[in-house]
């Protein structure tokens, strides 16, 4: 294999833009050629990287592949252009604003045997990955519930997009992937307090395909900033906090109580708490580090477009439900969450 380093494009210097353009600038075996922003380098965040007016300009320098981080609404055309090209992609989630145009940008890079992946940087959260991976061997036993809760101030660089596909959608995908089992129903309800066309709360309940239940709160309202899951089990409960990548378990009671009270309740008692020490390496950083291996045909362990066409089809049927107040049944076509990442 060529030891060149592989030609990379940026597409959108905005707020998540800004923080490609730094890691991109930085990777391993990695060339950062172009950014493409109409509105030009406003922070500075480019590095002397030439700064381009459209995509166009960047397929004619010649890049191997390109990070789309403009406006959720320009996902789709931008995906098009880069796949017509030939140019692999990842696309930071949502996938597209629509489930029709997630759904051609899939059969767009698919049908050139394209890699193209997703942006779900919760997967890479040190947390998450140590969370599935105690999952996967086994150390909870059967699954109950998943729980997330996603709330804080309302962020003033989002403008096309609500609190289900801004933020749920990393709720959404994360759960599918740490159980790899997909969502068969959901039924949500949704407020909008701020002024603006789109919803700014929802609460959320779903079942996976293997009876698991699962709850999402989001927002933007809560002056609190918080990042929770929790799983539960037949075992316990584990408990990440994806802001500070710390993970615990609960483990139910091992041992016999003489507490006559507590005797007469018949469900689990408090066990033993464990906090793991993890490794803590920047999400992002191992983002890009997985998308640049699939590339380069070293792994395939990333968010794949099909996999956030389903997030995107499950968000989609969270607004559903809210809009309707009826509970939303999912097809499982196509739904399964292998392993990865």
Same mark, same amino acid.
């Given at each position: ?5 592989l ?9 998540? &833009? ?9 990777l ?8 493409v922003?109409?509105?030009g ?18 397929v ?46 899939v059969?767009?890079? !698919? ?10 940087? !919760? ?12 999952l ?6 059967e ?51 701020? &002024?603006r ?36 089990g ?10 500070t ?58 968010s ?15 607004? !559903? ?21």
């Open positions: 294999m060529s030891n060149a380093k030609r990379a494009g940026l597409i959108g210097l905005g707020s998540m &833009g800004r923080h490609h353009c730094r890691v991109l600038s930085e391993d075996g990695v060339e950062l050629v172009a950014v922003d109409p509105m380098d406003k922070f500075g965040a480019a590095r002397g990287v030439p700064i381009l007016e459209s995509v166009e300009q960047l004619e320098l010649g890049v191997d592949y390109a990070v789309v981080a403009c406006p959720t609404a320009l996902h789709e055309e931008v995906g098009l252009q880069l796949a017509e090209a030939g140019v692999h992609a990842l696309v930071e989630k949502p996938v597209a604003d629509t489930v029709e145009g997630a759904r051609c940008m059969e767009a890079f !698919e049908a050139r045997g394209l890699v193209a992946g997703v942006g779900h940087i !919760e997967r890479y959260n040190p947390a998450l990955q140590n969370l599935r991976a105690r996967e061997a086994g150390e909870l036993g699954v109950f519930q998943v729980v997330t809760r996603r709330q804080g101030p309302f962020p003033h660089r989002i403008a096309d997009v609500g609190v289900v596909k801004d933020l749920a959608t990393h709720d959404i995908d994360l759960t599918a992937w740490v159980t790899g089992t997909p969502y068969v129903s959901v039924a949500a309800h949704t407020v909008s307090k701020s &002024g066309p789109h919803e700014d709360m929802v609460a959320a309940v779903g079942q996976l395909a293997d009876g698991t239940m699962v709850n999402h709160l989001v927002n933007w309202l809560s002056p609190l900033k918080e990042r929770f899951t929790s799983v539960t037949e075992r316990g409960c584990f408990i990440a906090d994806t802001l990548a710390d993970l615990t378990f609960h483990s139910n009671a091992a041992v016999a109580t003489e507490w006559e009270a507590l005797q007469a309740f018949r469900g689990v008692a408090e066990g033993d708490m464990i906090r793991y020490a993890i490794p803590k390496r920047e999400p992002l950083l191992v983002e890009h580090e997985f998308f640049r291996d699939a590339v380069l045909g070293r792994s395939h362990e990333i794949t477009l099909r996999q956030g066409l389903r997030t995107v089809e499950v968000a989609a049927a969270v607004l !559903e439900s809210a809009a309707t107040g009826d509970t939303v049944r999912l097809g499982q076509a196509d739904a399964a969450v292998p392993s990865g990442a």
